[in-house]
């Protein structure tokens, strides 16, 4: 057994180690600096009881971008350094965000231990390389992402650090191969673990799902499937449980190979950024002859999701909404009910207009899944979900790409378990559809600036709260630029106090909320790596059940030009039209 000696290295603070939204996303380059990583390890084990680390497991793996493997050599010897007792990395260094909550909540090891918390390598959507980002993220012992309160530590350790301890002696630990290497240091034997990235993660969806039922579905000649995994990390689990476990023809899976720079692309499922199924799905030109009868894409770390049906596409606030709907019958884990649901702000109110016809307890908290974790854990929340392509339940503490995948298929499963009279499939579209008959429909977009100087955002947002003191003045303008929308009766920042532990997060999204339950919700993004990036969302609902099929675009073109005007987005940017819409 090698042995290890402990080392105190000196070290300076970098600026700008702040976690946003969901951990530390930068250039590789910017990580790639002497000491830069091992700082803000370092300064997350500081933030830690020190009596929980001393023998602890510790998780670390991710989407296999690149600089991962160099970052999971590096960890493992600060881990080592300070006292943990073993690492447990999925093999390759792949674990899928949704995969690494599953194995801190259900994973035992041979000696019966459990995962204390894990650092998960992903800047999730980002695109990969090595001039594009990396990115870390601490996930607490519930399986979350840690919470403001740790993270607002991590921060300030970084800002004071002097030195961090990294072990010598260990050498670079093979992690392709599964098996468990040793080593001997001052505090007893360390250990790596080198796991199948897969299997809990796997059982895990088979207590949820009926996966007998999901295989007729995809056996059906008249059903064709398709996922897109965008060279993410969603591709090893989409081989083994579409493939392996449900029958889906390999011909199904695209882009499932990992790479570390995403094929050159761009990791997010958004009708922007997964151009190749939003062809193959007929949603881009030229159509093609054949088109799936459903379509879906999951981003770099498997969290995030997009659903798509022949030429259709289904918004991720509706998405949630239309879970959340038929989750009860559909779906054997919700089997006896669901406790409630919830949805970040900006997502549009869909699910709470399911959660009043249904009679459940409904949660409005700021953007970041850390936030749905408090209320999980009370056994308040289900199913959650955010705009952001981003859908999930309590099954585990984060958002899951595949559990949505499979969460689709379980309600069309479902809804196509007798052959109708007509012999017809009923559709991802028919589902929609009907739901927003039942329910009326929300018409949604969001418009993104990417990469704007960020002095010009923080301006943009300044002007935007001035507003709110002068209401009729915002009316006047709102009446000049386009007359037939509505008045605006509220404006405010979003502020949330979590039920269960009563902590207060401010200055969560400027928000406009107009007479007719419209809104207009600005906000800045917490997950970029340069400038700054500037989301607007825009929501107006229709109650009139024959007026739910018109063309979102143009339903919602009044109100965006309203959203242009009174931010003064072009003046304050210098840009006419937005990077994404989605
Ligand atoms: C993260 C969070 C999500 C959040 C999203 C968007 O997702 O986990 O809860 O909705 O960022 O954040 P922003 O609008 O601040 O960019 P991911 O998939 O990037 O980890």
């Not at 790479?259 to 922007?272: I, R, S, V, W, Y």
Request: net charge negative.
């Amino acid at each position: 057994m090698a042995t290890f000696t402990v080392k105190k290295q000196q070290t300076k603070p970098f600026d700008g180690q702040k976690p946003g939204t969901s951990g530390l996303r930068k250039k590789v380059k910017v990580f790639q600096q002497e000491h830069y990583l091992a700082n803000f390890v370092q300064s997350t084990f500081k933030a830690l009881p020190a009596e929980k680390i001393r023998g602890s497991t510790i998780v670390v793996s991710g989407d296999g971008r690149y600089y991962s493997e160099d970052a999971i050599q590096i960890i493992i010897k600060i881990a080592a350094a300070n006292g943990v007792g073993q690492v447990w990395v999925g093999q390759d260094g792949l674990l899928s965000t949704p995969a690494v909550s599953c194995i801190i909540r259900d994973r035992v090891g041979s000696k019966g231990e459990k995962a204390y918390g894990a650092f998960i390598l992903t800047a999730s959507h980002n695109a990969g390389g090595p001039d594009e980002d990396f990115g870390i993220k601490y996930n607490t012992e519930n399986g979350g992402p840690a919470l403001e309160s740790l993270t607002d530590k991590i921060f300030e350790n970084t800002k004071n650090i002097k030195e961090y301890l990294i072990a010598e002696g260990i050498p670079h630990v093979d992690i392709h191969n599964t098996g468990r290497s040793t080593f001997s240091g001052p505090s007893g034997e360390f250990a790596v673990e080198v796991f199948d990235s897969t299997e809990e993660y796997v059982n895990l969806m088979k207590k949820i799902f009926d996966f007998e039922a999901i295989s007729r579905l995809l056996a059906r000649p008249d059903f064709t499937f398709c996922f897109d995994a965008l060279h993410g990390v969603a591709g090893v689990y989409a081989k083994r449980i579409f493939v392996t476990e449900l029958g889906a023809a390999e011909s199904s899976l695209v882009n499932c190979v990992p790479k570390e720079d995403f094929g050159g692309g761009h990791p997010d499922p958004n009708l922007t950024y997964a151009k190749q199924l939003v062809k193959t799905m007929g949603l881009g030109s030229p159509v093609p002859e054949e088109i799936p009868e459903f379509g879906a894409a999951a981003d770099g770390d498997a969290d995030r999701n997009m659903i798509l049906g022949k030429k259709f596409f289904v918004t991720p606030s509706d998405s949630v909404a239309i879970i959340a709907a038929n989750a009860v019958g559909s779906i054997p884990y919700f089997r006896h009910g669901l406790k409630g649901v919830a949805r970040s702000m900006p997502t549009s109110a869909a699910l709470d207009v399911v959660a009043k016809g249904l009679g459940l307890r409904q949660f409005e908290v700021p953007t970041g899944w850390k936030f749905f974790g408090n209320l999980m854990d009370a056994g308040m929340c289900s199913i959650c979900g955010e705009e952001s392509f981003g859908t999930g339940s309590d099954h585990i503490r984060e958002k899951d790409g595949i559990w949505a995948v499979l969460a689709w298929l379980s309600i069309l499963a479902y809804r196509n378990r007798d052959v109708a009279a007509d012999g017809k499939l009923v559709t991802v579209e028919d589902i929609v559809t009907l739901h927003w008959k039942t329910y009326g429909r929300h018409y949604y977009t969001r418009y993104d600036y990417e990469n704007v100087d960020a002095g010009a955002a923080k301006n943009l947002m300044d002007h935007l709260v001035k507003h709110h003191s002068d209401l009729d003045g915002l009316n006047k303008i709102i009446k000049d630029t386009r007359p037939e929308v509505a008045e605006v009766a509220l404006g405010d920042e979003f502020e949330y106090t979590d039920p269960v532990d009563g902590s207060v997060s401010s200055h969560q999204g400027v928000r406009f909320l107009f007479k007719d339950g419209s809104r207009l919700v600005f906000r800045l993004s917490g997950t970029g790596s340069v400038g700054a990036t500037i989301r607007l969302y825009i929501e107006q609902y229709q109650s009139d059940r024959s007026k739910t099929g018109a063309d979102a675009a143009g339903t919602l073109a009044p109100l965006v030009q309203v959203a242009l005007v009174i931010s003064k987005m072009e003046e304050f940017t210098g840009r006419s039209s937005p990077t994404v819409i989605t």
